[in-house]
């Protein structure tokens, strides 16, 4: 059963904008890394975006200047502002939550995530 709920997916054309939201269901992750993973058709899921519950976030290369990534912790909440969309960016997108080693650290691995949402698909057209 799924923890996270994400939204916000959907088709756009490159160069546009699109914001992915994530909301627990149950329980909260104000103590928790928080972030964005995605994968695309035969490829491993890959670390997009996250935050520390200390505040410090962490960028993919693929993504830095383009993403952003913002988080309330008091509702657990999280948002990925995307723009300047690329084809290369399609897939399904999915937040993410893990108890990091340190508090300023950000979970950017898959083996380290506690929690999944099941995911909301995001393409780009050309």
């Known amino acids: 059963q799924a923890h996270l709920v994400e939204s916000g997916g959907g088709l756009v054309q490159a160069g546009g904008s699109l914001r992915l939201s994530c909301r627990p269901s149950t329980g909260g992750y104000s103590m928790y890394s928080m972030g964005w993973f995605r994968q695309s058709p035969g490829k491993e899921r890959e670390f997009v975006a996250g935050t520390s519950w200390m505040g410090p976030v962490k960028y993919a290369d693929s993504v830095k200047g383009r993403f952003t990534v913002s988080r309330d912790n008091a509702k657990s909440a999280l948002d990925l502002f995307m723009n300047n969309l690329k084809p290369e960016d399609t897939g399904v997108y999915y937040c993410?939550?893990?108890?990091?080693?340190?508090?300023?650290?950000?979970?950017?691995?898959?083996?380290?995530?506690?929690?999944w949402g099941r995911g909301t698909q995001v393409t780009v057209e050309s």
């Open positions: 993410a939550a893990g108890r990091a080693r340190l508090a300023m650290d950000v979970v950017s691995t898959p083996e380290n995530v506690e929690s």
